[in-house]
Each structure stands twice: as structure tokens, then as C-alpha cells.
């Protein structure tokens, strides 16, 4: 990235585009999608944004004729393509009859659904064979509209369904188009676009969070790994902190501020999503039945995303003798916006794959096989926060007390 | 929220998107139509360097018939094959998974490739397509190699894609005459991600089925040779023969814990069960009615 790292430069990005008819052409940056692109580079305002991840249709558009998400749309991915907003179909013959009767129906209060909701109902005019409730209401499920009720709405779409049917205008079949997503050409349609590779951005380190010692716990979940160790030897080794440390993929430890408390990091890698966690754990553990407790905090760098959370372990002979079974309760709650995209069965996979990966190195570790590399990023994926939280407070807690 | 910055490339054909995934450098995410990884971006769960964007490449926009194999290149829609723009060898099957995908305007730029390598566990192509025995055909500047479907899932949000590597066609067999498809997803509201998939493949004239449970915590939970959920046997009366309790104890055994949680995927696949009793015996070939 030596090229990419000299300097901040323009990474925007040339842009074609056929907006209601008109070709436009303009720069935006790669990040920015096509609805800030029509509403701040074009003044197109109807186009309106709400959830801006998909989900609640505000930004619905007709790219190359057919609804898409302008918020999941970024603009070189639509480079070429035909844009049809809400302020395009002014003389459009279905959304004028939309229009009355979205009036006639009360098919609006606010208003802020209305330009995607209009064009997603065009869609349904355009391919529902007839005026059936039920495929209205299915259809127009991911379009939100908090006034309504939806019940205007549906009675407006059906009555302009069944009057065109009446009048002998029938459904089309999603016309013959080219395969592939709408809106984006293919390698021949539009030159390939290169933007330069941004510099590498300064990545800051999160904000060490204190250990609260009384919380509630929004998710639970159990997890038993073993290990051909006995337990003595096992509990002994989660004594040593950098020893647990190092076999917990991604971990590293960072400090010891008091005897009773770690700080360290944690990389999670779940899919797509890297997340880099830095916390402080305090740690407890009991030799007469070789259990153990690791209160810890922590969040991400920037400090959007913060988890709190605890883990009880419990070493315990395991099935065959001389082999131990590690019996782990971990309860964790995690806010921001990997807690709005997380689901905790994720997580709870993603720990069950680093746990195994854990196992696996401790019982190497206990076997005198050389540790594995410390820290960096183990290509161990799954729901980011979660997971480290837990791992981190894991590996804290062995460090209580050292030998 | 809007995304960290970026930079974008699309390039034209496959040989050089294949040279700049080997290449470039720092965190490179490869993206289709942009239905997962948008909103990943825009939360900025997810901040690569460099985003590639691969619906440039014509060969991926692509369907194909080989022999009774429809090989459906990685940036086909879901509306592609909702709209029938694709052939169908699964008597309509993949057509009415499609209909029921997330949003219409979801549809319209989600693409098959992009869903498999997001593997969401609760999306409908990760269960359904392992149901049907898919293959992907992987490749990257060093050669290309196909894995079943199965394999290729690893886990929640977890591919067996080696660095430099990426999904370029899916292959799925056809549905044969006898063969009896049931798919059913539950959602407690349209388009979200499922709550639990149930989906069969049985074949009762030989005797073998193929029976996968769908949005669990993981990789989709694959029985291969699902007879043991039949009482031993898998013949015309599989409706008849399904045995909840088996497949409850199928579900304890992988590890689900929650008993409500283990109701709702036994029901879910009983209902794909009887659902594929009645497409064997008077086919329904309407889509779906989701629009």
C-alpha cells in the first residue's frame, strides 16, 4: 500500500448516469450511494432515507426501470445505469393513478414513505395478475410506513391493480432484461473504473473501559471444551496468563495495572466483519475446586460498540482419565452497532470455533509444543464483539494469580 | 450511518479480477449486487480497503445447462430466477425460493453468489441449495477447483475460500422424475431473515432422501440419508412415517438447547415434509406469493 499511503487525495470517482431521463455526470466518492448522490449531488430530495440498510424502503428507486435500494446502491456500481426517482414519474400514466388514489385512500399522512412506497406499488401494478390482498400486502412488506396502518395504502394499490385489469391492461413478467443485478453493467457496457486506494487510516486504539462488578447479563450461553490434560494441570495453566493468552487465537495481552486485573485485545474476524477489541478483566480463582471467575469491559476502537461481560469456568475431570473437561459459562451484553447486527446464535457458533481452536492449542501448549504465533488475526470469523468479549475475559481471567 | 471510505475497482472480465484479488493489497472485500455487504458497510462492521465489484465480468452473469445440470453463474439475481430469466431444472423450486427472498427490490440486485459466500445461516440458498446437492466452482489466478455446497459452508458467515479465491458459478442438479421437494421457511415478518428452514429432497421410489435443517446457529444441519426420520424406510408414505421425535433428538444432538427453539425447526420441517407429499403427487409449479 506504499502508493496508497503517500497522501490524502480525490478517491472520487467519475459518474455517468441517466437521471429521469437526463444524462447527468458528476464525481462521488466510492462510499457514497446513490441516494446521497441524487439528494446531495443532484438536489433529488424526494428520494428519501431512513434505515439506510435495507430494510425500511425509503430510498426505493427504479434503477434501469425495476425498484432497488438506492442506500445499497453505491455509486460505481451503478455507473451507466438509468435512474428513475420519484420526481421522474410525474408523467408516468401508473403513478398518476397511484397518486389519486393514494389521496382518494388516505394512503399517507407524514409522507416520508411515500416516494418508495409509490414506486414499490408501481412495481406491484406492473406484475400482480390481480387485485389479491394478500400478494399487495407481501409486496409492500418491505416498504415501512408508521402512520398508516397500511390499510389506505393497500385499498389505493388494489384499486389501481383491479381498474387496470378491468380495463384490460395485463401484468408483465419481469420483461426480458440481461442477467445480474439492475443497474450495473457489465465489463462492456461501461469502462472498468479504478479509484485510487485510500491511505491507510490511523487506526485508534479503543478506550479502556472499567470493570463494572454488578451487571446483567442479556445473553447466556454454555460452552465445554477438553482437553487430554488432567484438570490439576489444567487449572495451573490458566494461571499463567500469557500461556492462556497465547492459545486463545487472536488475543493479546497488553498490561496488568493491579494483580487481580488484565488489559489485553482481542481480533474476532466473522465473515466480513474484523472488529478489535481492547478491555481490562479482573480475574478470581479458587485451587480448592479449580474454578474460576473473569469479570471484564471492553470496546471497540472508536468506541462504538461496547460489551460488558463475565466468565465462570470450571475445570473438572473429563471422561477418560487423565483428561479434563473445561466447563465455561459465559454471559455477556453487548451495545452499538454490532449488537443491531449481531445475533447471538452467531456468536455462540463463532465461540463454539474459537473454543475449539483453544482447545487445540492448550492442549498442544500442555503437550510442549511451541505456542502458537501470539495475537494478529487468526482467520477465525464469526460475530466480532461477542465472541471477543468473552475470549478476552477468558484469557484475562487465567492470569489472576501467576505461578 | 455511511460507510468508511474506500476505494472501488470493477473490472472488466475475470482474469483480471482474479490477478487484482492476488494482488491487492490490505483488506479487499469482493461484492455482487451489495445486499449483505451494503448494510455491513453503512454500519462500518465491515471496512475494507478496496472493494472489488465483480458484476462487470460477463462470464459471471451468465445460465447455462450441462447435461441435467444448470450452472448459474455467481451474479445471477434472485429475481433472475424468481422471473424465470434462468432455466429450471427444480420444477420450479428455486423460482418459489426466490419469490420469497427478502424485498423485490432486494431481489433485483441480490445475487445467488453473494448470498452462498455471505452464508448467513438463516438465508434461504445456504439450506435450500444444500437440499438440492449443489456444487460451487471456486477460482482464482492459480486454477479452479468445485466443493459440494455443504463443504463450502463452514459455519455462520464462514466459506472455505482460500485467499485469492472466489465463487464463480453454482451447479445444481436437476430435480429427477419421483423426486419429492418440500421447502418451508418461517418468518415473523415477511423478508427477514427465517427463524427455521426445513427443506427435503426425497426420492421414494429408491428410498433415499436428503433432508437439511436451516437457520440454526452454524452451517446448515445436512442429514444426507435422512431414513431414520422415516422409521427406517423412505417409501410413498414418507408423510405419513416422519417422526418428529427423531428429528427433535437430531436437533438435541447438534447441540440445540432450547426446547422452544427445537419445536419451531421440527414443525417448520414437518411441514416441508408434507409439503413435498403433495408436490410429488400433483406438482405445483406457481411461484410463490410473496411479490
New interface residues.
Given amino acids: 500500500?506504499s502508493a496508497?499511503s503517500t497522501a490524502r487525495r480525490d478517491?472520487s470517482?467519475s459518474l455517468e448516469l441517466m437521471v429521469n431521463g437526463r444524462a447527468r455526470s458528476l464525481r462521488a466518492?466510492?462510499?457514497?450511494?446513490l441516494a446521497?448522490v441524487l439528494r446531495d449531488g443532484l438536489d433529488l430530495t424526494g428520494t428519501h432515507l431512513g434505515c439506510?440498510?435495507?430494510v425500511c424502503?425509503a430510498c426505493?428507486v427504479l434503477?434501469d426501470g425495476?425498484?432497488?435500494?438506492a442506500?445499497?446502491?453505491?455509486s460505481?456500481?451503478c455507473?451507466g445505469a438509468e435512474v428513475t426517482t420519484i420526481e421522474g414519474l410525474d408523467d408516468d400514466a401508473i403513478a398518476a393513478e397511484l397518486r389519486a388514489a393514494f389521496n382518494r385512500e388516505h394512503a399517507l399522512q407524514c409522507g416520508y414513505c411515500t416516494p418508495g412506497m409509490l414506486i414499490?406499488a408501481r412495481?406491484?401494478v406492473l406484475?400482480?395478475p390481480e387485485a389479491d390482498e394478500?400478494?399487495?400486502?407481501?409486496?409492500l412488506?418491505?416498504?415501512l410506513c408508521r402512520c398508516t396502518g397500511y390499510v389506505g395504502i393497500v385499498r389505493a394499490v388494489r384499486g389501481v391493480i383491479a381498474e387496470r385489469r378491468a380495463r384490460g391492461i395485463g401484468p408483465t413478467?419481469?420483461?426480458?432484461?440481461?442477467?445480474?443485478?439492475?443497474?450495473?453493467?457489465?465489463?462492456?457496457g461501461?469502462?472498468?473504473?479504478?479509484?485510487?486506494?485510500?491511505h491507510?487510516?490511523p487506526v485508534s486504539e479503543p478506550q479502556v473501559v472499567q470493570v463494572v462488578e454488578d451487571f446483567e447479563a442479556a445473553h447466556r450461553f454454555e460452552q465445554i471444551v477438553t482437553v487430554a490434560h488432567p484438570p490439576e494441570t489444567v487449572f495451573a495453566l490458566f494461571g499463567n496468563v500469557e500461556a492462556v493468552a497465547a492459545c486463545l487465537p487472536g488475543a493479546a495481552l497488553t498490561g496488568q495495572p493491579a494483580p487481580d486485573t488484565v488489559e489485553g485485545a482481542l481480533e474476532v474476524r466473522?465473515?466480513?466483519?474484523?472488529?478489535r477489541f481492547r478491555g481490562r478483566a479482573r480475574l478470581t480463582r479458587d485451587a480448592e475446586t479449580l474454578t474460576g471467575r473473569i469479570l471484564g469491559a471492553g470496546s471497540d476502537a472508536g468506541g462504538?460498540s461496547a460489551t460488558q461481560g463475565e466468565i465462570r469456568y470450571r475445570v473438572e475431570p473429563g471422561a477418560a482419565p487423565g483428561t479434563a473437561r473445561i466447563v465455561l459459562a459465559v454471559g455477556y451484553t453487548l451495545k452499538g452497532?454490532?449488537a443491531?447486527?449481531g445475533?447471538p446464535?452467531?456468536v455462540?457458533?463463532?465461540a463454539?470455533?474459537i473454543g475449539a481452536d483453544f482447545a487445540a492449542n492448550l492442549g498442544a501448549h500442555l503437550s510442549g509444543a511451541p505456542a502458537p504465533a501470539p495475537a494478529g488475526l487468526n482467520p477465525l470469523?464469526?460475530?466480532?464483539k461477542m465472541l471477543t468479549a468473552s475470549l478476552r475475559r477468558r484469557l484475562a481471567a487465567s492470569g489472576a494469580r501467576r505461578p | 450511518?455511511?460507510?468508511?471510505?474506500?476505494?472501488?475497482?470493477?473490472?472488466?472480465?475475470l482474469s483480471?479480477l482474479l490477478a487484482r484479488l492476488a494482488d491487492?493489497?490490505?483488506?479487499v472485500?469482493l461484492?455482487?449486487?451489495?445486499?449483505s455487504?451494503?448494510?455491513?458497510?453503512?454500519?462500518?462492521?465491515?471496512?475494507?480497503?478496496?472493494?472489488l465489484?465483480i458484476?462487470?465480468?460477463?462470464e459471471?452473469?451468465?445460465?447455462a445447462i450441462e447435461g441435467d445440470t444448470l450452472v448459474l453463474?455467481a451474479?445471477?439475481?434472485h429475481?433472475?430466477i424468481?422471473?424465470?430469466?434462468?432455466p429450471d431444472v427444480t420444477k420450479g423450486a428455486m423460482a418459489r425460493v426466490a419469490s420469497a427472498i427478502?424485498?423485490?427490490?432486494?431481489r433485483?440486485?441480490?445475487?445467488l453468489g453473494g448470498s452462498l459466500v455471505?452464508?448467513d445461516?438463516?438465508a434461504d440458498w445456504v439450506t435450500s441449495l444444500v437440499a438440492l446437492g449443489a456444487e460451487v466452482e471456486l477460482a482464482s489466478a492459480s486454477g479452479r477447483r468445485r466443493l459440494a455446497l455443504d463443504a463450502f459452508v463452514t459455519?455462520?458467515?464462514?466459506v472455505a475460500l482460500a485467499p485469492g479465491e472466489m465463487l464463480v458459478a453454482v451447479r445444481i442438479p436437476g430435480l429427477g422424475p419421483g423426486i419429492a421437494w418440500g421447502y418451508v421457511k418461517h418468518c415473523s415478518?415477511?423478508?427477514e431473515f427465517a427463524h427455521a428452514i426445513g427443506a427435503v429432497r426425497l426420492d421414494p421410489g429408491a428410498g433415499h432422501g436428503r433432508v437439511v435443517i436451516g437457520a440454526?446457529?452454524?452451517a446448515p444441519l445436512l442429514v444426507p440419508e435422512a431414513r431414520h426420520l422415516f422409521g427406517g424406510r423412505i417409501g410413498p408414505d414418507f408423510a405419513d412415517r416422519f417422526e418428529a421425535a427423531a428429528a427433535d433428538a437430531l436437533l438435541r444432538e447438534a447441540g440445540m438447547t432450547d426446547a422452544v427453539a427445537r419445536h419451531v425447526h421440527v414443525t417448520v420441517l414437518a411441514r416441508a415434509v408434507a409439503q413435498a407429499a403433495t408436490t410429488l403427487f400433483a406438482p405445483t409449479r406457481t411461484v410463490s406469493?410473496?411479490?
Fill in positions: 500500500m496508497a478517491t470517482l466518492e466510492p462510499r457514497t450511494h446521497d439506510e440498510h435495507g424502503g426505493t434503477l425495476e425498484p432497488a435500494r442506500c445499497l446502491t453505491f460505481g456500481a455507473a414499490a412495481d406491484l406484475r400482480l394478500r400478494r399487495i400486502r407481501a409486496g412488506s418491505g416498504n413478467t419481469g420483461g426480458h432484461r440481461g442477467l445480474g443485478p439492475v443497474g450495473a453493467r457489465d465489463g462492456h461501461v469502462a472498468a473504473i479504478r479509484s485510487p486506494v485510500a491507510a487510516r466473522i465473515g466480513p466483519i474484523a472488529a462504538r452497532p454490532l443491531q447486527f445475533r446464535g452467531l455462540r457458533d463463532l463454539g470455533r470469523r464469526l460475530l466480532v | 450511518m455511511k460507510p468508511a471510505p474506500f476505494a472501488y475497482e470493477r473490472p472488466g472480465d483480471a491487492a493489497p490490505g483488506r472485500k461484492m455482487a449486487g451489495g445486499q455487504l451494503g448494510p455491513m458497510l453503512n454500519l462500518r462492521l465491515v471496512e475494507p480497503d478496496l472493494v465489484d458484476t462487470g465480468v460477463p459471471l452473469r451468465r445460465a453463474g451474479c445471477v439475481t429475481a433472475d424468481e422471473d424465470g430469466r434462468v427478502a424485498y423485490r427490490p432486494v433485483n440486485r441480490g445475487t455471505h452464508a445461516p438463516a459455519g455462520a458467515l464462514d415478518k415477511i423478508g440454526v446457529e452454524g406469493e410473496a411479490a
